[in-house]
Protein backbone atom coordinates (compact mmCIF):
# COMPACT_ATOMS: atom_id res chain seq x y z
CA UNK A 1 0.00 0.00 0.00
CA UNK A 2 2.99 2.49 0.80
CA UNK A 3 4.70 1.73 -2.29
CA UNK A 4 1.50 2.30 -4.68
CA UNK A 5 0.91 5.89 -2.25
CA UNK A 6 4.36 6.61 -2.96
CA UNK A 7 4.34 5.88 -6.76
CA UNK A 8 0.92 7.98 -6.96
CA UNK A 9 3.06 10.87 -5.31
CA UNK A 10 5.43 10.81 -7.46
CA UNK A 11 3.46 11.06 -10.60
CA UNK A 12 1.50 13.89 -9.34
CA UNK A 13 4.98 15.67 -8.26
CA UNK A 14 5.74 15.11 -11.81
CA UNK A 15 2.56 16.23 -13.45
CA UNK A 16 3.18 19.32 -11.82
CA UNK A 17 6.56 19.76 -12.81
CA UNK A 18 5.82 19.72 -16.17
CA UNK A 19 2.40 21.60 -16.01
CA UNK A 20 4.41 24.41 -14.49
CA UNK A 21 7.21 24.39 -17.63
CA UNK A 22 4.52 24.36 -20.24
CA UNK A 23 2.40 27.32 -18.35
CA UNK A 24 5.18 29.35 -18.19
CA UNK A 25 6.25 29.05 -22.19
CA UNK A 26 5.47 32.16 -23.94
CA UNK A 27 2.64 31.70 -26.63
CA UNK A 28 4.15 32.12 -29.92
CA UNK A 29 7.17 32.55 -28.66
CA UNK A 30 10.16 33.53 -31.44
CA UNK A 31 12.71 30.43 -31.58
CA UNK A 32 15.86 31.29 -28.75
CA UNK A 33 18.11 31.72 -31.80
CA UNK A 34 16.01 34.53 -33.42
CA UNK A 35 15.87 36.59 -30.31
CA UNK A 36 19.20 38.67 -30.21
CA UNK A 37 21.99 38.66 -27.69
CA UNK A 38 21.57 41.04 -24.90
CA UNK A 39 25.88 41.68 -25.15
CA UNK A 40 25.21 42.31 -29.11
CA UNK A 41 22.42 45.14 -29.20
CA UNK A 42 21.24 48.18 -27.18
CA UNK A 43 17.55 48.67 -26.92
CA UNK A 44 16.52 52.54 -27.66
CA UNK A 45 12.82 53.89 -28.38
CA UNK A 46 12.40 54.46 -32.32
CA UNK A 47 11.96 57.67 -33.66
CA UNK A 48 11.25 59.41 -36.68
CA UNK A 49 12.93 62.11 -38.10
CA UNK A 50 10.10 64.45 -37.20
CA UNK A 51 10.44 63.34 -33.51
CA UNK A 52 14.44 63.72 -33.38
CA UNK A 53 13.73 67.10 -34.49
CA UNK A 54 11.42 68.19 -31.90
CA UNK A 55 13.24 66.29 -29.28
CA UNK A 56 16.79 68.16 -30.44
CA UNK A 57 17.92 71.69 -28.70
CA UNK A 58 20.97 71.72 -31.62
CA UNK A 59 20.71 69.90 -35.08
CA UNK A 60 23.68 70.80 -36.77
CA UNK A 61 26.22 69.91 -39.24
CA UNK A 62 30.30 69.18 -38.98
CA UNK A 63 33.26 68.07 -38.62
CA UNK A 64 34.87 66.42 -35.74
CA UNK A 65 38.29 67.92 -35.13
CA UNK A 66 39.15 65.83 -31.76
CA UNK A 67 38.00 63.11 -29.65
CA UNK A 68 39.20 62.43 -25.72
CA UNK A 69 38.19 60.14 -23.06
CA UNK A 70 37.46 60.86 -19.65
CA UNK A 71 35.79 59.38 -16.44
CA UNK A 72 32.41 60.16 -15.06
CA UNK A 73 31.96 58.62 -12.02
CA UNK A 74 32.61 55.21 -12.58
CA UNK A 75 32.28 55.20 -16.35
CA UNK A 76 34.50 56.10 -19.54
CA UNK A 77 33.10 58.80 -22.24
CA UNK A 78 34.86 60.32 -25.02
CA UNK A 79 33.79 63.77 -25.95
CA UNK A 80 33.79 64.77 -29.23
CA UNK A 81 34.90 68.42 -30.35
CA UNK A 82 32.85 69.09 -33.26
CA UNK A 83 33.19 72.13 -35.52
CA UNK A 84 30.02 73.40 -36.78
CA UNK A 85 29.97 74.75 -40.47
CA UNK A 86 25.67 75.07 -40.28
CA UNK A 87 23.47 74.91 -37.71
CA UNK A 88 19.58 74.07 -38.69
CA UNK A 89 18.08 74.35 -34.95
CA UNK A 90 19.39 76.11 -31.80
CA UNK A 91 22.02 78.79 -31.50
CA UNK A 92 25.36 77.27 -31.17
CA UNK A 93 28.24 77.92 -33.76
CA UNK A 94 32.47 76.97 -33.67
CA UNK A 95 33.12 74.56 -31.80
CA UNK A 96 30.73 72.12 -29.17
CA UNK A 97 31.51 69.37 -27.30
CA UNK A 98 29.58 66.09 -28.05
CA UNK A 99 29.68 63.20 -24.94
CA UNK A 100 29.51 59.85 -26.38
CA UNK A 101 28.99 56.78 -24.01
CA UNK A 102 32.27 54.81 -23.74
CA UNK A 103 36.01 55.72 -24.10
CA UNK A 104 39.24 54.19 -23.44
CA UNK A 105 41.72 55.62 -20.51
CA UNK A 106 45.36 54.52 -21.82
CA UNK A 107 47.09 56.22 -18.91
CA UNK A 108 46.83 53.44 -16.62
CA UNK A 109 49.48 50.71 -16.23
CA UNK A 110 47.15 48.57 -17.74
CA UNK A 111 44.71 50.52 -20.40
CA UNK A 112 40.72 50.14 -19.66
CA UNK A 113 38.63 50.33 -21.98
CA UNK A 114 34.46 50.12 -21.90
CA UNK A 115 32.14 49.93 -24.85
CA UNK A 116 28.01 49.96 -25.86
CA UNK A 117 27.02 47.91 -28.30
CA UNK A 118 25.23 50.69 -30.75
CA UNK A 119 26.26 53.83 -29.35
CA UNK A 120 27.42 56.54 -31.35
CA UNK A 121 30.79 56.64 -32.03
CA UNK A 122 31.91 60.04 -34.02
CA UNK A 123 36.14 59.76 -34.89
CA UNK A 124 38.17 62.79 -35.64
CA UNK A 125 38.06 63.98 -39.33
CA UNK A 126 34.75 62.50 -39.55
CA UNK A 127 31.97 64.97 -41.38
CA UNK A 128 28.89 64.62 -39.35
CA UNK A 129 25.11 65.54 -38.84
CA UNK A 130 23.77 65.82 -35.57
CA UNK A 131 20.96 65.65 -33.53
CA UNK A 132 21.58 66.83 -30.46
CA UNK A 133 19.75 67.17 -26.84
CA UNK A 134 20.87 69.57 -24.00
CA UNK A 135 21.43 67.59 -20.80
CA UNK A 136 23.32 69.55 -17.87
CA UNK A 137 24.60 66.24 -16.31
CA UNK A 138 27.02 65.59 -19.28
CA UNK A 139 30.16 67.30 -19.60
CA UNK A 140 30.04 70.00 -22.42
CA UNK A 141 26.00 69.17 -22.63
CA UNK A 142 25.44 67.74 -25.53
CA UNK A 143 24.07 64.42 -26.39
CA UNK A 144 22.66 62.47 -29.11
CA UNK A 145 19.43 62.23 -29.54
CA UNK A 146 17.92 58.58 -29.76
CA UNK A 147 21.09 57.08 -28.49
CA UNK A 148 22.51 56.14 -31.96
CA UNK A 149 19.72 57.20 -34.12
CA UNK A 150 20.38 61.10 -33.77
CA UNK A 151 23.81 60.76 -35.71
CA UNK A 152 24.69 60.71 -39.42
CA UNK A 153 27.76 60.37 -40.99
CA UNK A 154 28.53 62.35 -44.00
CA UNK A 155 29.99 60.37 -47.14
CA UNK A 156 30.34 61.21 -50.72
CA UNK A 157 28.78 58.20 -53.73
CA UNK A 158 31.13 57.90 -56.60
CA UNK A 159 29.51 61.25 -58.51
CA UNK A 160 30.65 62.68 -55.50
CA UNK A 161 27.08 63.29 -54.38
CA UNK A 162 26.93 64.09 -50.72
CA UNK A 163 25.23 61.24 -48.69
CA UNK A 164 24.23 60.64 -45.39
CA UNK A 165 24.47 57.14 -43.76
CA UNK A 166 23.53 55.91 -40.47
CA UNK A 167 24.26 52.56 -39.17
CA UNK A 168 21.66 51.17 -36.51
CA UNK A 169 22.56 47.41 -36.96
CA UNK A 170 23.40 47.17 -32.99
CA UNK A 171 20.46 48.67 -32.04
CA UNK A 172 17.05 47.22 -31.22
CA UNK A 173 14.63 49.71 -31.93
CA UNK A 174 11.19 50.03 -29.89
CA UNK A 175 8.01 50.41 -31.73
CA UNK A 176 4.18 50.77 -31.75
CA UNK A 177 4.49 47.38 -33.88
CA UNK A 178 7.04 46.02 -30.99
CA UNK A 179 10.64 45.84 -30.99
CA UNK A 180 13.35 45.56 -34.42
CA UNK A 181 16.94 45.37 -34.75
CA UNK A 182 17.59 48.71 -36.74
CA UNK A 183 19.09 48.85 -40.44
CA UNK A 184 22.24 50.80 -42.39
CA UNK A 185 20.40 53.83 -44.39
CA UNK A 186 21.67 56.03 -46.58
CA UNK A 187 19.85 59.30 -47.99
CA UNK A 188 20.92 62.21 -49.96
CA UNK A 189 22.14 65.35 -47.16
CA UNK A 190 20.43 67.37 -49.56
CA UNK A 191 17.17 65.11 -48.79
CA UNK A 192 17.60 65.12 -44.93
CA UNK A 193 18.48 69.20 -44.38
CA UNK A 194 14.92 69.95 -46.78
CA UNK A 195 13.29 67.05 -44.26
CA UNK A 196 14.46 68.76 -41.08
CA UNK A 197 13.69 72.14 -42.46
CA UNK A 198 9.96 71.11 -42.89
CA UNK A 199 9.24 69.62 -39.55
CA UNK A 200 10.93 72.93 -38.24
CA UNK A 201 8.25 75.09 -40.11
CA UNK A 202 5.47 73.00 -39.00
Known amino acids: MKKISIGVCLIVVAAALVSTRWSTRAVNAPPEDMLPAASDTSLANALSIGEMVNQSDLIGIGNCVDVR???VDRSLVTLATVSLSETLKGNESGNITVVLPGGVDANRKIPVAMSYPGAPRITPGEDVFLFLTANSDAPGGYI???F???KFSIVRDEEGEQLVSRDLTKTMLQ???GVRRGSVNKTLLSSLKAEVKRHLQE
Open 69 to 71: SMW
Open 144 to 146: VAG
Open 148 to 150: SQG
Open 175 to 177: GNN
